[in-house]
């Protein structure tokens, strides 16, 4: 089990099997993975490849009220989102590492 905080109010959270997301910010807000490959084209030898990456995503799935609470709680989600996406972008890398191993185990 390994856990990464992200910010105050959001961490990565690994079980050994998958990652997961986890706030403090309300169940109205979904904070996830998506994963996604791409092609691309190598300019300098003219050759396919594949790409993958983790992207960020958030979703409201509940009411938010326009005024008041619900309308604070919603500039804070979409604060929290934006570091949790700009961590996402940084830590790219390493990301994919651990969404393809999760559990840490040594390839060999």
């Not at 904070?31 to 960020?56: A, H, M, Q, W």
Request: with cysteine; glycine share 10%; hydrophobic share 40%.
């Amino acid at each position: 089990m390994e856990i990464r905080t992200v910010s105050d109010s959001v961490a990565i959270y690994s079980d050994g099997k998958r990652l997961q997301v986890i706030h403090d910010l309300g169940d109205e807000f979904v904070l996830d993975f998506g994963y996604r490959t791409e092609n691309v084209v190598n300019i300098d030898e003219l050759s396919p490849g594949i790409v993958d990456r983790i992207v960020p995503v958030f979703k409201v799935s509940g009411f938010c009220s326009r005024g008041g609470e619900g309308m604070h709680s919603l500039r804070w989600a979409i604060l929290q989102f934006q570091i949790f996406e700009n961590y996402i972008k940084d830590n790219q890398a390493d990301l994919l590492d651990w969404w393809k191993n999760p559990g840490g185990e040594d390839g060999n």
